[in-house]
């Protein structure tokens, strides 16, 4: 399976999630990258034996994603190789737009004033770092961009197998491992209910979706016929409702950013968005089908 080939990621002590009631993520602000508050990770100094002369064939090879992350941005990597050996690798992200993300400015910003560097001097040292160890697991992830590390570690090993055969042709990496994901919030909110979700990717792609509150009783919110009573005359929705809105979308756009928030239901709308971009970023990427709890906070 791929993720075996990604770098480990140390496990946060907590995830805190902020919500928010709107309907699209803004996919260009530094708070919602995605590195810019990952867990910190201890760089240690590898003394990697340097490639054979000739391990790989002179050319460029690139490597990228199949498809746009939770933030709208697909991870790609161009690896240089001469006289048999990499020389330059350059990694970045780039948008529908065809904006790089090491020059979104907002991510900039964000990412410099918690990491003390920017996000071009990360990607770039994951650069330096596959050419002094001509091997991408051997790269040390950067601290403070664990996730993106992550990323170029894998790119950069589909990358050089193209390099060993000499194939120029762009290699496509599933971002998704095929797999069921479950997760839930950590705890029942002030209602006694709590969300959760199963997604399903199947053939790398999102297939199947549900999304419902259960309460401590194990009784399902769709199926709670006074909630639904008391909810459609002031909200104009019910659980059932919009939680099949909100999935169907889901399915039709593949992309949680381009999920509209359901009118009458912006709480649980930010909830699903918060369960699935956490589903995606943090299991279906790495494999990881273990039930996860997540942290929301209201």
């Known amino acids: 399976m791929k993720h075996n080939r990604k770098l480990p990621v140390l496990a946060a002590a907590a995830l805190a999630v902020m919500l928010t009631a709107c309907g699209n993520n803004n996919n260009n602000t530094a708070s919602n990258s995605g590195n810019v508050n990952e867990p910190a990770a201890t760089e240690t100094a590898s003394a990697a034996e340097p490639a054979a002369a000739g391990a790989f064939t002179d050319g460029t090879y690139k490597a990228e994603y199949d498809r746009n992350d939770v933030r709208n941005w697909k991870a790609y990597v161009e690896v240089t190789v001469k006289d048999g050996k990499v020389e330059k690798a350059y990694y970045d992200y780039t948008n529908d737009a065809g904006e790089k993300r090491s020059e979104n400015e907002n991510y900039i910003k964000g990412f410099s004033e918690v990491n003390k560097f920017t996000p071009r001097e ?3 040292k994951l650069g330096e770092g596959l050419v002094a160890s001509q091997d991408a697991a051997k790269v040390d992830a950067v601290s403070g961009a664990t996730h993106s590390s992550r990323n170029f570690n894998e790119l950069a090993a589909a990358a050089l197998d193209k390099a060993k055969a000499g194939d ?72 059932a ?58």
């Open 122 to 124: 990360a990607f770039d």
């Open 168 to 239: 120029t042709a762009a290699a496509v990496i599933p971002l998704y491992d095929d797999g069921v994901y479950k997760v839930s919030a950590d705890a029942f909110d002030e209602h006694g209910w709590k969300p959760q979700l199963d997604l399903e990717i199947k053939d790398h792609a999102i297939a199947a979706v549900q999304f419902d509150y259960v309460n401590e009783a194990g009784k399902l919110k769709t199926e709670d016929a006074d909630y639904k009573a008391s909810m459609e005359p002031v909200s104009g929705t019910y659980p």
């Open 241 to 298: 409702k919009y939680t099949e809105e909100l999935e169907k979308q889901l399915i039709e756009k593949q992309l949680i950013g381009s999920v509209d928030a359901v009118s009458g239901a912006t709480t649980s709308s930010g909830n699903f968005m918060v369960l699935v971009e956490h589903a995606l970023d943090e299991m279906a990427e790495v494999g990881d089908t273990a039930p996860a709890a997540v942290k929301i906070s209201e």
